[in-house]
């Protein structure tokens, strides 16, 4: 298998997703097409081949059949992991030796401009698979986890709930979830580095940050449901990266 094109087009497959960060009430068609157009980016450097006019063809259609699934509101996070998975299975079977997706000359050029601005000589040996696969574990915990972490507390009937036991606006809601964003981030990061204690206090500080909100038990119990559940996602994330960097 092509690692760089796999890893390549999953990123762009994952930033194209980010649109669907704070569309809670279902993305639309410009969303849908948006997210389809996006990882065609990549086809210029790809040979032209039946390889290249599949993916096209999977791209193409991909929109449409993510918008058949967004219009179901109480399984949208589930269906958003599914169509994921059908875009990994999909790309997986593009980028393998059945179809053998080659990068082109384009690329080749591109490369060799990235290697003259870093200062690097031709033969460097520069793993473009490595890079691919950090920014993909990245790309991961800022989005797809959310997803499946939204997921899960659905599964466990948890609402989000603000003090007192009041139902949270979306300000206060959006809020928690950037601060989420960024603690799956830092896990994530301190995973790789095998920083283990800044894990704790990165908990530790957002406990302090929360101490006047906990005096409601039901509130308590919510956050610390969702911040446990979003620090194993991002820590197995990290894991996974790294385990995988080490073979």
Same mark, same amino acid.
């Given at each position: 298998m092509n690692y760089v094109i796999f890893l390549t087009l999953l990123n762009l !497959?994952? !930033?194209?997703r980010l649109k669907l960060l704070f569309k809670d009430q279902g993305a639309g068609r410009k969303d849908a097409i948006i997210m389809g157009l996006f990882?065609?980016?990549l086809l210029p450097f790809l040979q032209f081949n039946i390889s290249w006019v599949s993916l096209l063809v999977w %791209?193409? &259609?991909?929109?449409?059949?993510?918008l058949l699934t967004e219009g179901k509101p109480d399984r949208q996070n589930r269906n958003r992991m599914i169509m994921l998975l059908l875009h990994i299975v999909v790309t997986g079977i593009l980028a393998s030796p059945l179809f053998n997706l080659q990068?082109?000359? %384009? &690329? *080749?050029g591109i490369e060799q $401009? !990235?290697?003259?601005?870093l200062f690097l000589s031709p033969g460097a040996d520069f793993n473009w698979a490595t890079v691919h696969l950090v920014f993909f574990g990245f790309l991961l915990v800022i989005n797809?986890?959310?997803i499946l972490l939204r997921y899960l507390l659905n599964v466990f009937r948890l609402k989000p709930i603000g003090e007192k036991g009041k139902k949270t606006d979306e300000k206060e809601y959006n809020t928690g979830r950037l601060i989420g964003i960024l603690e799956r981030i830092f896990v994530f990061f301190f995973v790789l580095l095998g920083q283990f204690a800044a894990i704790? $206090? !990165?908990? *530790? *500080?957002?406990?302090?940050a929360r101490f006047q909100d906990f005096k409601s038990r039901t509130f308590a119990e919510?956050? %610390?449901?969702g911040t446990l559940l979003s620090t194993l996602l991002a820590m197995g994330v990290g894991y996974l990266v790294k385990v995988i960097l080490m073979l």
């Amino acid at each position: 298998m092509n690692y760089v094109i796999f890893l390549t087009l999953l990123n762009l !497959i994952l !930033i194209s997703r980010l649109k669907l960060l704070f569309k809670d009430q279902g993305a639309g068609r410009k969303d849908a097409i948006i997210m389809g157009l996006f990882p065609c980016l990549l086809l210029p450097f790809l040979q032209f081949n039946i390889s290249w006019v599949s993916l096209l063809v999977w %791209l193409i &259609a991909y929109p449409w059949l993510f918008l058949l699934t967004e219009g179901k509101p109480d399984r949208q996070n589930r269906n958003r992991m599914i169509m994921l998975l059908l875009h990994i299975v999909v790309t997986g079977i593009l980028a393998s030796p059945l179809f053998n997706l080659q990068l082109n000359s %384009l &690329a *080749a050029g591109i490369e060799q $401009f !990235i290697y003259e601005v870093l200062f690097l000589s031709p033969g460097a040996d520069f793993n473009w698979a490595t890079v691919h696969l950090v920014f993909f574990g990245f790309l991961l915990v800022i989005n797809e986890t959310n997803i499946l972490l939204r997921y899960l507390l659905n599964v466990f009937r948890l609402k989000p709930i603000g003090e007192k036991g009041k139902k949270t606006d979306e300000k206060e809601y959006n809020t928690g979830r950037l601060i989420g964003i960024l603690e799956r981030i830092f896990v994530f990061f301190f995973v790789l580095l095998g920083q283990f204690a800044a894990i704790g $206090f !990165i908990l *530790a *500080a957002k406990g302090v940050a929360r101490f006047q909100d906990f005096k409601s038990r039901t509130f308590a119990e919510y956050v %610390l449901i969702g911040t446990l559940l979003s620090t194993l996602l991002a820590m197995g994330v990290g894991y996974l990266v790294k385990v995988i960097l080490m073979l």
